[in-house]
């Protein structure tokens, strides 16, 4: 159910422009590559198309391995995005919270909003994480 109705705000709200994603959105396809996204929303920005991938936790966990195999996917230019909803949220911030302790929180009024910086980094190609933070 979950799926219906995030494919629905995707469709028909502004809502990735709210997550940051810029360009109009021309095509949205579920579970694609063969199962490895929940999402992919093609997007036209100027002359250029560029697909983001989605992945979808509803009170469900987000493991390293899986992170792995979905930022080693995403072809350049493409864009990752996770979108976490319930306890599943608790469950990374746990991972990281010793990390986020010792960190100068510049700019940063709640340790809980560090999570966001790491999140966007992961739905990055390029990032490597470092091993700390996915144990």
């Known amino acids: 159910m979950h799926q219906v109705v995030l494919t629905g705000l995707l469709r ?3 809502l990735l422009e709210f997550l940051g994603v810029n360009g109009v959105p021309t095509d949205l396809r579920i579970e694609t590559q ?4 929940d999402f992919t929303v093609t ?3 100027s002359t250029v198309k560029s697909e983001v991938h989605i992945e979808l936790k509803v009170d469900a966990t ?3 391995k899986q992170i792995k195999r ?3 996917a995403v072809a350049e230019g493409d864009s990752l995005l996770y979108v976490l909803i319930g306890d599943v949220w608790l ?3 746990d991972k990281v919270k010793q990390v986020i302790d010792q960190a100068d929180l510049k700019g940063y009024p709640y340790k809980i909003r560090v999570l966001d910086g ?3 980094y992961l739905g ?3 990032f490597d994480p470092p091993s700390v933070i996915l144990r």
């Open 43 to 45: 997007v036209q920005e």
């Open 118 to 120: 790491i999140l966007w």
């Open 62 to 64: 987000l493991g390293e």
């Open 12 to 14: 028909h709200t502004r």
């Open 91 to 93: 469950q990374v911030y």
């Open 124 to 126: 990055k190609p390029t």
């Open 70 to 72: 979905q930022m080693a």
């Open 34 to 37: 063969k199962r490895l996204y």
